[in-house]
């Protein structure tokens, strides 16, 4: 009995609202708080299906505005907080069910693209708030509706809650003196707060129902030896007015909503920054405005119908209509916004923007906002050293750059520039200079050959790039304590560049260039015999020469991404790619998708080549790791091999996730990082959501391989291999400025061998090959393209 069996009597946390784009949270005690984004890379945070999460302008390690507080108990805290009190009774709620954490009547919580609204029921009293970032702003909105079905008149309190953060997130949550630093004061609607540096940022929170009170102290809403589910100023039924000089500070304001039955009223609460003090209420009543609101709240549905409208797809599988059309894209430009910086799983201190993982993040979302994509390849070449090799992490808000010493940052730029270009047709941009980090400048070629240049003047023993202070697996650091150990992903990651800038050359006739390419590729070649072990590849050469994921251990014998990147890399025999995937589907595939390895040491021990610090099954050790997944249905399209390619990507759908969030734990709207393998004693609980590399790459695999619409320099390949019981598929999809509308028949033609298109139908006319030329696309806006396989 499998996994999915033994769970599919778990109860639903909730569903998806397709026609509203929206996953729909019916119960409040989901087994993790359950995340969504606001904004767009620039102010903006995340809120979970109770309100909690945290807010921050571009960075959130140096332009932190609210505080949060990870691995608190309880979970989840602080957050974006309204409380509700009745004065009659004296009872009082939370409509987001957290702080207070009172059973509602009723509770919906509907993340949607880009806002958050949650509703509840209590007592008779119905409560919505909506929350999101308008597009282009420095601020957040609360929509707050409030309406009495309880058949009697209601004197109310509402009260507002967040808890300020200093700035530098750091500071905040591992010393107790930036409080020292900490001013406050209430004026004229607004809570100001300010901490005493040469910053020039002020949070304000305000709203424009009427404030018959307020507390700036953390000390006096709270209260000694209480918390926020059951604050002294909720107990008492009002505030103290208090300020604050040299300590904790909050934004509560306390506004009396009187209700008359089956009355309803409405109020809007907002939280930004302003960079002058002066003039922070004036900035913050501005955003008050009502009707303008209504105009901001318009323009962000609108902003990601845009967005969405420049690749949508139906296919015979539900389950990939719903992820590759909202929110597989969606989570592609969350993540491109935010990087791996700042999420329920990660501290938004010393993430930034990394090199290796922006790099990747563009993959998902070049299609939509190219020119976006073209300023971050800049911004990130801009931390590359003139010898080639870069640093890891840029701060986005101040330009500063950590890191550095791996062996595989650089190498992702080649795959970030080429798929730009095929996309856009922009062969300038490879004539663009950009700065190095160590001074001096070049132009994105030169970035490029550079990097490549790095790697292969880095050499171990075996002529295999060396691991340096790590590579992808950054969990295999210690590999490599006594130097010299070699990267066999690496290595296939060098030969996998290379065969990228060889088809750039070819395409624009840089012939000497050319032949310098073909030279180092035939070199990564010459050393396949050195690095496969009868049935797949190895994964490196420890400090002590010796193989790693080889048969011949009882640990790590066999690593998915050696065997993925070798066939990616086009270098191995057909027999040898063959045989390595079939290897993989022997020894890594479970119910969840594949393994990053197996079997995992459940120990660690330099000496005995247990190099992974992680239990048995959890992360790079064991683990399932999409990202690499995603990897995997590429190779597998590569070689035809449509089935296996389909059930890799089907596999890891996290829809299919929906009726088994019990022991999934994480949303099953959003791609996770993670799940425990099957060593770890929580096989199939997942960890770290949202912000990862699976994103971008499963939308890469899915619509570029396994569908097969695929840019190229010089024109839109259609390329399907597709699950032999499909009957075809249809997609449109913007390229180069025109909506090419894609049908797809499956003409079930046993006899075909190849299974992919020989000639394609566009706009009537009969083309040969599977490639529609950039030339014909010209001066269109439209075009229809039919294929059969």
Known sequence: MTIYRRWRETVHY???????????????????PWINFLGNG?????????AGGMSYYKDPNSKRITRYKYNNLPADRPGRYIYLKDMKTGEYWSPTWQPVMKTPDSYECRHGLGYTAISSSYGGIETQITYFVPVGKDHEVWKVKIRNNSGKELSLKAFTYVEFSYHTASLDLMCDW??????????????VFESMTAEAFYPYIGTNAGVEGYDCSLEKFIGAYRSESNPIALENGKCSNSRVSSDNAVGAMCCPVNLKSGEEKAFVVVLGFSEN??????????NLDERQIEKDFDELRAYWDNFLSHASFSTPDDNVNLMLNIWNQYQCKTTFDWSRFISLYERGIDR???FRDSMQDILGVVHAIPDKVKARIKDLLSIQFKKGDAMSVLYPADRKACGGGRSDDHLWSVFSVCTYIRETGDREFLNETVPYYDGGEGTVLEHLENAVKFTVDNPGEHGIPLLLLSDWNDTLASINKKGGSESIFVFFQLAHAVYELLLLYRQYGYTEKERRASEIYAYCKS???????????LRAFNSCGEKYGTADDEFNRIFLNPQTWAVMSRLPTEEQAHSALDAVHENLMTEFGLLTHYPAADFYDVEKKAYMPCAAGTKENGGIFYHTNAWAVIAEVLLGRNEHAFEY???ALPCRRNGISDLCRIEPYVYASHIFGKQHPEFGAGTNSWLTGTAAWMFLAA?????????????LVIDPCIPKEWDGFKAERMFRNVRVVITVKNTGDSKRVDKRVNNMVVDGNVLEGNKVPAAYLEEKTLVQVYAEI
Do not use: C, H
């Open 178 to 191: 930036p409080r020292m630093l900490f001013n406050a004061d209430f004026k004229e609607g607004f809570i």
């Open 42 to 50: 620039e102010y903006g945070g995340f809120i979970s299906n109770n």
């Open 703 to 715: 619509s570029q391989y396994i569908l097969g619409i695929r840019p190229d320099y010089d024109g």
């Open 649 to 651: 990507y089907s596999t």
């Open 352 to 354: 930034g923007l990394g």
């Open 527 to 537: 050393k396949l015999d050195i690095i496969w072990d009868g049935k797949w590849f």
């Open 14 to 32: 909730g569903y998806f609202d397709n026609q509203n784009r929206e996953y729909v949270i019916t119960r409040p005690d989901t087994p993790t």
């Open 277 to 286: 003090k002066e003039t922070a209420v004036q900035k913050g009543r501005e």
